[in-house]
């Protein structure tokens, strides 16, 4: 009975992990200058991998991880734009001089290179969404069910990642507006997340 308890939280664990390869693959880009397409197509393909082997063979489990990936995509998607908007809205009510979206460039040139302010900005969008939406997909995966607030917590264990990082890769001139703006947005994300997601199973019925 306990190996078979094991056995299905490492399988949750694992289903709800492969959704994290665009935020690792950022990661390891800014941390050794890997190419980020790379190493987040590598870590894409070995998430499928998991997949295949964790989930996909067993139509139940297949089935109950469908539900909660859908569900995670529609929080994750409506989540990121709730974060997006409180960023842009603290900016401009507070006259912040650091800009909501200056990663988004940066993030099509580490995707793509050298291909133009306008292509490496719609990439640095994608990207963006991506991750977010992802993540939310890896909420909803392990902690869909719980009330909103783990959700907040989910959400600044990110933001702790992110200012562990971006600070030193965007150069920053101002760390305090960069913090107060990054902490509201992810405050917002990780409570519209974690309120969809709940919501979401809810109404699904998914256990």
């Given at each position: 009975?306990?190996?078979?308890?094991?056995?299905?939280?490492?399988?949750?664990?694992?289903?709800?992990?492969?959704?994290?390869?665009?935020?690792?693959?950022?990661?390891?880009?800014?941390?050794?200058?890997?190419?980020?397409?790379?190493?987040?197509?590598?870590?894409?393909?070995?998430?499928?991998?998991?997949?295949?082997?964790?989930?996909?063979?067993?139509?139940?489990?297949?089935a109950a991880w469908l539900v909660r990936v859908r569900v995670g995509v529609v929080a994750g998607l409506v989540a990121t734009a709730c974060y997006d908007a409180?960023?842009?809205?603290?900016?401009?009510?507070?006259?912040?001089?650091?800009?909501?979206?200056?990663?988004?460039?940066?993030?099509?040139?580490?995707?793509?290179?050298?291909?133009?302010?306008?292509?490496?900005?719609?990439?640095?969008?994608?990207?963006?969404?991506?991750?977010?939406?992802?993540?939310?997909?890896?909420?909803?995966?392990?902690?869909?069910?719980?009330?909103?607030?783990?959700?907040?917590?989910?959400?600044?264990?990110?933001?702790?990642?992110?200012?562990?990082?971006?600070?030193?890769?965007?150069?920053?001139?101002?760390?305090?507006?960069?913090?107060?703006?990054?902490?509201?947005?992810?405050?917002?994300?990780?409570?519209?997340?974690?309120?969809?997601?709940?919501?979401?199973?809810?109404?699904?019925?998914?256990?």
């Amino acid at each position: 009975m306990r190996r078979t308890v094991d056995s299905t939280t490492a399988q949750v664990v694992a289903s709800g992990a492969v959704f994290l390869a665009s935020g690792v693959s950022l990661v390891v880009y800014i941390l050794t200058g890997a190419p980020l397409a790379l190493v987040l197509g590598v870590l894409v393909l070995v998430g499928a991998i998991v997949i295949a082997a964790t989930v996909w063979a067993d139509p139940v489990r297949r089935a109950a991880w469908l539900v909660r990936v859908r569900v995670g995509v529609v929080a994750g998607l409506v989540a990121t734009a709730c974060y997006d908007a409180s960023r842009w809205l603290l900016v401009e009510v507070a006259g912040f001089a650091a800009s909501p979206f200056a990663a988004f460039p940066l993030f099509g040139q580490a995707l793509a290179g050298d291909v133009g302010a306008g292509p490496r900005t719609v990439l640095g969008i994608g990207f963006h969404l991506l991750n977010g939406i992802a993540f939310g997909i890896a909420y909803t995966v392990w902690f869909g069910h719980r009330p909103f607030w783990v959700g907040i917590g989910f959400a600044l264990v990110l933001e702790a990642f992110m200012l562990a990082i971006y600070p030193g890769w965007l150069d920053l001139r101002s760390i305090r507006e960069f913090t107060q703006m990054s902490v509201l947005g992810h405050v917002v994300y990780g409570s519209v997340l974690g309120l969809l997601a709940h919501r979401g199973l809810t109404r699904a019925g998914a256990s």
